[in-house]
């Protein structure tokens, strides 16, 4: 599977942007995360999809984050609204091929080459 995360930019705080990952190589039935990772922190878990379209969050982007998927386009989004400047990372999305929404990083075989997503104060 190959994947590639797009629709990162610079916006201000409050507002909104739409990430897309695309895969393509394989057979899309898996589970599609996006992790972020910001300057001098660890990559973190931001939300996955099943390829039946159930969800999951972080706690910190709960409510804000929305997550879905088009099966026929074998595309992934994120809708992120109310952006903060904590927000403001690097952008990935993985895949992996077994069962549920893992959140550690090591669950997921393949991964983007990221978006960086920068929110203004």
């Known amino acids: 599977v190959q994947l590639q995360a797009s629709g990162g930019g610079l916006v201000q705080a409050g507002g909104s942007l739409r990430l897309s990952c695309l895969a393509s190589g394989r057979t899309f039935s898996s589970t599609v995360a996006w992790f972020r990772q910001a300057p001098g922190k660890e990559r973190e878990f931001v939300s996955g999809i099943t390829w039946r379209s159930n969800t999951y969050y972080g706690d910190s982007v709960k409510g804000r984050f929305f997550i879905s998927r088009d099966n026929t386009k074998n595309t992934v989004y994120l809708i992120m609204n109310n952006l903060r400047p904590a927000d403001t990372a690097v952008y990935y999305c993985?895949?992996?091929?077994?069962?549920?929404?893992?959140?550690?990083?090591?669950?997921?075989?393949?991964w983007g080459s990221g978006t960086l997503v920068t929110v203004s104060s």
């Open positions: 993985a895949a992996q091929q077994t069962s549920g929404i893992p959140t550690a990083r090591p669950r997921y075989d393949y």
